[in-house]
């Protein structure tokens, strides 16, 4: 069963936007915590942003505040990463994860990943 699956990723234009989509099964709706992070090639998986599965708590790494928007939609079972204003340096693998304990930035908090789309930005 497939518990994190992204969606929406491709190749944008700088100063353009794009939207990513996670879907959440029904499993992972009784974690604590969904969020985004980030690879690009030869670099770390970096922390992007993060929303509490209950509640409206939201929490962005600096390189996202301000240009970045994660929310849920109504049903909660899809959680959106918008992104505007893009960057050359936002190119990466985008990936969501859940967690049910931890630091919200922390990758090895996280428990369940999806596969990852891919961004690219570019002219």
């Known amino acids: 069963q497939v518990e994190l699956e992204e969606s929406g990723g491709g190749l944008v234009q700088p100063g353009g936007s794009l939207t990513l989509s996670c879907k959440v099964s029904?499993?992972?709706?009784?974690?604590?915590?969904v969020a985004w992070f980030r690879q690009a090639p030869v670099k770390e998986r970096e922390y992007v942003a993060a929303?509490?599965?209950?509640?409206?708590?939201?929490e962005y790494a600096a390189s996202a505040k301000g240009r970045f928007t994660i929310s849920s939609g109504s049903t909660r079972n899809t959680v959106y990463l918008q992104m505007n204003i893009l960057k050359p340096e936002d190119t990466a693998v985008y990936y969501c994860?859940?967690?049910?304990?931890?630091?919200?930035?922390?990758?090895?908090?996280?428990?369940?990943w999806g596969q990852g789309t891919p961004v690219t930005v570019s002219s």
């Open positions: 029904e499993f992972i709706l009784g974690f604590y915590a």
């Open positions: 994860a859940a967690q049910n304990v931890g630091a919200w930035s922390r990758v090895d908090d996280y428990t369940h």
């Open positions: 929303s509490g599965v209950i509640g409206d708590i939201t």
